[in-house]
């Protein structure tokens, strides 16, 4: 089975600028969740998706949103962004949301460069 | 603030001893816990979990979960230079995980 697939695996972006990031959850994965990854701040929850509805967000400002199609394949959307926004975006899927030892598995990852 | 807190090491222990993570949590709302591993550039790979007090082994790997004292922990035995690594301690409440920062572990040979 195959796994999580992120695209694009790099991005280079200016300030300003918005960018689109895809993620391809397992098959079979209803639940996908974002994250971010800094040196500085490590992993950060940015939301979660599960059957089209984002069900849980983290504490990120409004220029971070994402969507989830019929298929289970979600977006990420980053406006207006900023040099703090460089960072590993990873996806992240799951078979449905909110069960506990509910298994999280990661993509590669889409790493972000904000010039 | 919800937060997972670890030793961010680097941990150094010599191949075929036992290394011995740790990690200690803030919300008694987790409902299980999660490690882990992530080489150098790369994404997180699944360790294994626990939900239940105590014990649970895998392989090599033995996770312990103390809810009382809000206290994780992860054994690795006959520790590998490919352990080499850095290992990330999530509670999971509902559908989000909370991670530490990770602590990073060095295997020599």
């Known amino acids: 089975k195959a796994g999580v697939t992120q695209t694009p695996r790099y991005l280079i972006k200016t300030r300003g600028q918005q960018v689109t990031l895809s993620c391809s959850p397992i098959?079979?994965?209803?639940?996908v969740s974002w994250y971010q990854q800094t040196p500085g701040q490590g992993l950060q929850f940015l939301f979660e998706?599960?059957?089209?509805?984002?069900?849980n967000k983290g504490n990120f400002p409004g220029r971070f949103s994402g969507r989830q199609f019929s298929n289970s394949r979600s977006e990420m959307n980053v406006s207006t962004l900023e040099l703090g926004d460089s960072a590993l975006y990873l996806c992240a899927s799951s078979l449905t949301a909110g069960g506990a030892q509910e298994t999280q598995y990661f993509g590669p990852g889409t790493r972000l460069l904000v010039l | 603030q919800k937060e997972v807190e670890q030793n961010s090491g680097p941990l150094s222990v010599p191949e075929g001893a036992i290394a011995s993570l740790n990690c200690t949590y803030s919300d008694r709302g987790s409902q299980s816990f999660f490690w882990y591993r992530q080489y150098s550039g790369k994404s997180p790979e699944l360790i294994m979990f626990?939900?239940?007090?105590g014990d649970k082994e895998d392989g090599r790997f033995t996770a312990q979960l103390n809810k009382a004292s809000q206290y994780v922990s992860l054994l690795i035995r006959d520790s590998q230079p490919s352990d080499s690594a850095t290992y990330l301690c999530?509670?999971?409440?509902?559908?989000?995980?909370?991670f530490g920062k990770g602590t990073m572990l060095l295997v020599s040979p």
């Open positions: 998706y599960f059957s089209e509805t984002q069900r």
């Open positions: 626990i939900y239940s007090n």
């Open positions: 999530a509670g999971q409440r509902y559908s989000t995980l909370t």
């Open positions: 098959s079979g994965h209803r639940s």
